[in-house]
């Protein structure tokens, strides 16, 4: 009788080539994802991911609608193009974060199987969403909009370094940006007309003055009030070396390095008595300002301003240092054209102003 042929399976088809790839590795690729969103996805792959996830140490963070403070969703936060609501301090208080942790309602807790690694909450803050990550290093949030409101074809950027408290500040500003055309420009807009580098009379008569210095005190209450609500996250996670905080549309950034984070942990954290943010010091201002500026990639800039603040106590010392990293943090402030526009205002005139804490 002929005997039958065995069938064997190959042991190599039942084999997943993806468990060869050592932990690091798929850590590694994992860092690269970095969203949030996007590797709370991942966790749901497998048992391994769920477990890799919580040791990202590279977060992005991008919160794409922000709800009241009791929790209901406000319709004027969530149309992108509603006008920014009046009373700046209700909208910058706005910052919890709803739409980013559904992802990880299945994201289980490694050393208990069926307990939820994030509670089932119906809104969540960006505190909340991260706490279960135990790495952090690196982490960037991305609110959905700027802080301040301002008018159509007006220029407003700034960006502030916090340690315990505001360490610089930098803010850019033009009353009008467009694009350069052929046509011939107004003369005393002109980049040919005179220019002693001196402001003139009729900034100072026609609102030009009073107008910076709200985008001034505006900045910083954005600035101080992203730092107050950081308080959490930071606590929360003693690995962090670098955070950033900015926005969809590129108006303004607080970052914080080591050395800052570590001086925000160990120093007492100085509130406004008006409101919940970091109190701002008693602070000198460098003011410079041109008519007109020319700017690569086509970009014209109506009333450039450029203004650095830095705490008087600091600023007053003779830590050359202190002043060259100063130097260092303003020419690197902004990118591309911008960029360009703040090594051009550096060269111009500088007044000095003087502001009191708040």
Same mark, same amino acid.
């Given at each position: 009788m002929q005997s039958k042929s065995k069938i064997h399976a190959d042991p190599f =088809?039942?084999?997943?080539? @993806?468990?060869?790839?050592?932990?690091?590795?798929?850590?590694?690729?994992? *860092?690269?994802?970095?969203?949030?969103? /996007?590797?709370?996805?991942?966790? /749901?792959?497998?048992?391994?991911?769920?477990?890799?996830? #919580?040791?990202?140490? *590279?977060?992005?963070?991008? =919160?794409?609608?922000?709800?009241?403070?009791?929790?209901? /969703?406000?319709?004027?936060?969530?149309?992108?193009?509603?006008?920014? #609501?009046? *009373?700046?301090?209700?909208?910058?208080?706005?910052?919890?974060?709803?739409?980013?942790?559904?992802?990880?309602?299945?994201?289980r807790n490694p050393g208990n199987g069926s307990k939820p690694l994030l509670p089932q909450l119906s809104h969540h803050s960006p505190a909340q969403v991260l706490k279960n990550f135990t790495q952090i290093r690196h982490l960037r949030i991305e609110l959905p909009a700027g802080d301040v409101g301002t008018e159509d074809g007006v220029l407003l950027k700034w960006r502030a370094e916090f340690g315990s408290t505001l360490q610089n500040c930098v803010i850019l500003g033009g009353t009008q940006i467009d694009r350069k055309t052929n046509a011939c420009r107004d003369q005393d807009l002109s980049p040919t007309s005179e220019d002693n580098g001196s402001i003139p009379e009729s900034f100072y008569t026609n609102g030009g003055l009073k107008l910076r210095v709200v985008w001034t005190i505006s900045s910083l209450i954005a600035a101080s009030t992203r730092h107050y609500l950081l308080r959490p996250i930071i606590k929360d996670h003693p690995t962090l070396r670098s955070l950033i905080l900015t926005d969809a549309d590129e108006q303004g950034t607080l970052c914080m390095d080591v050395d800052q984070l570590k001086e925000f942990r160990e120093k007492p954290l100085a509130a406004s008595a008006s409101a919940n943010r970091t109190q701002v010091p008693a602070s000198n201002m460098k003011l410079r300002y041109a008519p007109y500026l020319e700017l690569p990639e086509g970009i014209g800039m109506q009333g450039a301003t450029l203004?650095? =603040?830095? #705490?008087?106590?600091?600023?007053?010392?003779?830590?050359?240092?202190?002043?060259?990293? /100063?130097?260092?943090?303003? *020419?690197?402030? @902004?990118?591309? #054209?911008f960029s360009s526009a703040a090594q051009a205002l550096v060269k111009r005139r500088t007044y000095l102003l003087e502001m009191n804490g708040f």
């Open positions: =088809i039942q084999l997943d080539q @993806f468990d060869r790839i050592p932990d690091s590795l798929v850590l590694l690729i994992l *860092n690269k994802v970095a969203d949030v969103r /996007a590797l709370g996805r991942c966790s /749901a792959v497998s048992k391994r991911f769920n477990s890799l996830v #919580p040791l990202v140490y *590279n977060i992005y963070v991008k =919160i794409d609608r922000v709800v009241t403070v009791d929790g209901d /969703a406000s319709d004027e936060s969530l149309n992108p193009s509603s006008p920014k #609501p009046r *009373n700046l301090f209700s909208h910058l208080l706005k910052i919890m974060l709803l739409s980013i942790v559904k992802p990880f309602h299945h994201l203004v650095a =603040i830095r #705490p008087s106590v600091e600023g007053s010392g003779s830590n050359g240092g202190s002043r060259k990293e /100063a130097e260092t943090f303003l *020419n690197d402030a @902004f990118d591309g #054209p």
